[in-house]
């Protein structure tokens, strides 16, 4: 077995048993890329799959992902090690690999990223008798550094949308596309893989309800505000049929050529809109996600509701948009408290 047959292996274990986004597919796939090419600079590497397209037809062939296992195999002698490079790291390879990057400037987050992946993949590598001990475990990087994420004000998302509203009043189909997503993205704070990923029957125009799909399939229901309504409404009326091929499918939004719009074309949007408004911050669609979940919480929300408006597994990881508005607070409290 080759480094090329074990990570194909690797890859259906993150599609079909985990349920892993295509994001985290490809940035795993490509930091074990970077593992092999730095263990041995000279060996002919296989090339990184080409994931640019989902491959859904692959989580199509089951009923539900998340439930698809596979029996752990026996070490066997011709397999382990075998011809994989990757079989064959040890610790000390590991270690000098995240230093080699540490040296190099690479932030935080792309080291404590590319230990994850290496940590997944020795698990799974164990786990499917491929090695027989898991030169990962002892493996440990800095914590990241978490900085507050950058986010609008309420006066600059509404001015924002304001103005895609405006680009899409001689009803070109870009345009009236484009504010549907914008004012889906602030209402609801979905994150652009579920954007893109939205069907014309996900959203419920007349309940104001959204079903998205996020993160290992996991679906629920979010509630959509009156002027996304609208917008969405607008799109489906006079600029989605204007687009629309015969083999679109169902996708709720297209691209310039009748298929499901992809997530560049979703940022492309999101920053055009921010350009349109001088001084304000260049804001990717994740950035419109932090907005919306902090002016929901400025606004008196509960952090479980928000939770679950969001997505998160965690409650942790919803708490970070309490210490952007506490930060806002303090700001506030500088600039108006006479003895601050």
Known sequence: ?????????????????SGRSEHTVRAY??????LLAFVSPDAAIPAAPDLAA?????????????????????PDSDMVGGGALLLRVELSDLRD????????????STIGRRAASARTFFAWAVRVGLVERDPALRLSTARPRHTLPAILTAGQASDTLDAAAVASDDGDPVALRDHAMLELLYASGIRVAELTGLDVDD?????????????????RVV???????????????????RLARPDSGPA????ARGHRIGQRQVREAVHRAMDRIPGQPDLAPHGLRHT???????????????QELLGHRSLATTQLYTHVSIERLKESYARAHPRA
């Open 1 to 17: 077995m080759g480094d090329a047959e074990v990570l194909a292996a690797f890859e259906r274990h993150l599609r079909v048993e």
């Open 29 to 34: 796939l490509g930091d074990l890329h970077a």
């Open 54 to 74: 989902p491959d859904s037809h692959i989580l199509a062939l089951v009923d539900n992902p998340a439930e698809v296992s596979f029996p752990r195999a026996e």
């Open 97 to 108: 690999w995240l230093g080699d990057m540490a040296r190099a400037n690479r932030s935080r």
């Open 203 to 219: 959203v419920d125009c007349g309940a104001a309800l959204a079903r998205v799909f996020g993160k290992r399939a996991r679906e």
């Open 223 to 241: 509630p959509v505000g009156a002027p996304a309504v609208r917008a969405v409404v607008d799109w489906l009326r006079e600029g989605r049929p």
């Open 252 to 255: 709720l939004f297209l691209g």
């Open 292 to 306: 919306a979940a902090t002016h929901i919480l400025d606004g008196g929300a509960d952090l479980r509701m928000v």
